[in-house]
């Protein structure tokens, strides 16, 4: 972690607290109210809970004789830190009409101030202490992509389709599907070195890698529409078993926010209802549609160790990290499209610990810890995802029904 350099800790907090409003500007207090699902917050919720952590692991921890801006917020406001205490039910969080979103805004301005406060007047942060803040930025970021897709999921159960904002018209040109080869071998995989990381990514370690190729870049629109029309939800050899039950106990024939109004195909985006582009990356796909597709393609998804091992950049001493990049890179004369900030990408990896990975103690330690069942790995990042927040080494995980994530396909294949 690199020493304390005020200046730089101060510009970065508001940065990042800047951005949290900056998302919630377009919305009005009815907007910010309403939670569409028990996987999704409000957006009120998240402005406050994001607010509660820098009270709660710094206020609350390093200063001295601190007095809590309301006692009652620990409970509303805590998400599931079960050493910090008892939480309000996650599901009812769009029942919470009080506090108003007047009196959250209030809330961020009074701990925003304590915490300058706080950094102006500390004269050295330990190492531990600056680790903890730049988790607790990290972790803010990661609120910002939620407060992206939760609206969105909100705004799509209106009949109306209404817009978060304007919108623009993005051009993709048809781009073709080629593969790209790696060699297998034992592989280093996993995050090291002093740049910020979460705990889910390492320690560093060994895997053996088999020989594969990955596709150049993710499946289209215009792809998964062949899947569907050629009966692709119909067919039970595509699906898991449990995937092929929900499908079927759940009437679903098509991705989520995919619309089909007079013989025309349209999908909901942050602009509204808009037609199908037929070269865009599919998106808002859980991994049980991704691996059906792959299924139908004669393909497979990629494990987490094949994307990484793709996605870092070889040279010198071990592998690099690409911390922010959506452009394409050059591999033995091809372009690998679309590795970050495109989508998250889902792989056949389920989400578990690395060897030698150790809770840390505290509430901080139930981070990530806690939730390594059940879940598959996504690697790469979204257009939601915060500007420097991606790196190769990150691994978000949700559950395989999960589809209100900017989630997308990249085929693999064994060589």
Excluded: C
Excluded at 104 to 109: F, G, P, Q, S, T
Excluded at 338 to 360: C, H, I, R
């Amino acid at each position: 972690m690199p020493g304390f350099k005020r200046q730089t800790l101060i510009s970065k907090y508001l940065k990042v607290r800047d951005a949290s409003l900056a998302i919630a500007a377009p919305l009005s207090a009815e907007d910010m109210q309403i939670q569409s699902m028990p996987d999704a917050s409000p957006i009120k919720w998240h402005l406050a809970h994001t607010t509660w952590a820098f009270e709660t692991f710094f206020l609350k921890a390093f200063v001295k004789d601190y007095k809590a801006f309301d006692p009652a917020y620990e409970y509303l406001f805590n998400s599931y830190y079960n050493a910090v205490g008892e939480q309000y039910l996650r599901s009812n969080r769009g029942l919470l009409s009080r506090p108003s979103i007047e009196r959250v805004l209030d809330y961020r301005h009074a701990i925003d101030s304590q915490i300058l406060s706080w950094l102006n007047e500390t004269e050295q942060l330990s190492t531990s202490q600056l680790e903890r803040f730049e988790l607790m930025l990290n972790h803010e970021q990661q609120h910002q992509e939620l407060m992206l897709t939760d609206i969105k999921h909100a705004l799509f159960l209106s009949p109306e389709y209404p817009a978060y904002h304007a919108g623009s018209n993005e051009d993709y040109p048809h781009s073709p599907m080629s593969w790209l080869e790696f060699e297998g071998g034992l592989k280093s995989v996993g995050a090291h070195g002093e740049h910020f990381y979460f705990d889910n990514e390492g320690p560093r370690h060994q895997v053996y890698v088999h020989p594969f190729r990955l596709a150049s870049r993710l499946v289209t629109n215009a792809e998964y529409l062949n899947f569907i029309e050629d009966g692709g939800y119909q067919t039970s050899k595509y699906w898991l078993s449990e995937a092929w039950y929900n499908i079927k106990e759940q009437s679903i024939d098509k991705p989520l926010y995919w619309q089909k109004k007079n013989d025309q195909w349209y999908q909901f985006s942050h602009a509204g209802l808009v037609p199908l582009e037929p070269n865009a990356p599919v998106m808002h796909l859980n991994y049980f549609e991704a691996n059906a597709y792959a299924a139908y393609v004669d393909k497979r998804l990629p494990t987490e160790h094949e994307w990484e091992v793709a996605a870092v950049i070889k040279g010198g001493e071990g592998e690099f990290y690409r911390q922010d990049s959506m452009l394409p890179r050059a591999i033995k004369g091809v372009s690998l499209e679309q590795m970050f900030g495109e989508l998250w990408q889902w792989t056949s990896s389920s989400y578990n610990a690395y060897p030698g990975f150790k809770v840390k103690d505290g509430a901080i330690g139930e981070y990530n810890g806690k939730f390594m069942v059940n879940q598959y790995v996504l690697r790469g990042g979204s257009v939601a995802s915060p500007s420097g927040h991606i790196r190769s080494t990150y691994r978000n995980f949700f559950y395989p029904n999960a589809a209100w994530q900017f989630t997308g396909i990249r085929l693999a294949e064994s060589t």
